[in-house]
């Protein structure tokens, strides 16, 4: 479809292990932003890219949790070292720029044993 | 400090009947927006709404109406005749001027319309 793309959809790793999370953005957004959602919760922020730059990595939670955007259009959100903490569903959304208008995708579900 | 409150956990209403979803904001700036998203069962978040802080006029869209107050810092929403499809997590937002729309969000209200 032509809507925003997370894989994978689901994730079980083990305490420790190196994760990477893929978000295909609708095409012709530029703006593209990465949320974490744990059960109950509303989205918080982790990254914000504008084209293949991050433009405001101030939601990152530690230096385990690292983004890339290298051509602009697809990102993936890489976690080291994994920990029980990192267990949520980790939202990808990406707008037209500067319209506020988030599109989001299913989002992928982290969990951590 | 931003703060988006939405004091309701959840909502139970039986179909047909009017609900109103609360939501209550705070910021120190001037020029801010407001949002209105939907989390249905799937889990994907639609976008409804966007208000900027000029605009205080009443947005009516179907069965949905949102009520924007500066004097209250409150954004409410409204869905008239509800109907089972309407089952989800509702979601209020802000974000304020210069943050490149990186929004800060309520807890969410989860609304259940009983047949």
């Known amino acids: 479809g032509a809507g925003v793309s997370q894989t994978p959809s689901n994730k079980v790793t083990e305490k420790g292990k190196y994760v990477e999370l893929r978000c295909d953005p609708i095409?012709?957004?530029?703006?593209l932003y990465w949320y974490r959602q744990s059960l109950g919760q509303g989205p918080e922020f982790l990254i914000y890219f504008q084209g293949t730059g991050a433009a405001d990595d101030s939601g990152l939670p530690n230096d385990r949790f690292f983004a890339v955007r290298p051509e602009g259009s697809v990102s993936t959100l890489k976690i080291q070292r994994t920990e029980r903490g990192d267990s949520a569903v980790y939202l990808c959304?990406?707008?037209?720029?500067?319209?506020?208008?988030?599109?989001f995708g299913e989002g992928s579900r982290l969990t951590v044993l | 400090a931003q703060k988006v409150t939405q004091a309701q956990t959840e909502i139970s209403v039986v179909e047909k009947e009017d609900v109103t979803l609360d939501c209550v904001y705070e910021?120190?700036?001037?020029?801010?927006?407001l949002f209105w998203y939907k989390q249905p069962p799937s889990g994907e978040l639609v976008f409804l709404i966007r208000?900027?802080?000029?605009d205080e006029q009443n947005e009516i869209s179907g069965r949905y109406s949102w009520n924007f107050q500066k004097s209250t810092s409150s954004f409410n929403f409204t869905i008239t005749a509800s109907q089972v499809v309407d089952s989800a997590v509702y979601f209020c937002?802000?974000?304020?001027?210069?943050?490149?729309?990186?929004?800060?969000w309520g807890a969410g209200t989860k609304l259940i319309i009983k047949p």
């Open positions: 937002a802000l974000s304020e001027r210069d943050s490149n729309y990186q929004l800060i």
């Open positions: 095409s012709g957004h530029t703006a």
């Open positions: 208000r900027n802080s000029f």
């Open positions: 910021t120190r700036d001037t020029t801010y927006y």
């Open positions: 959304a990406s707008s037209p720029e500067f319209t506020g208008e988030l599109f």
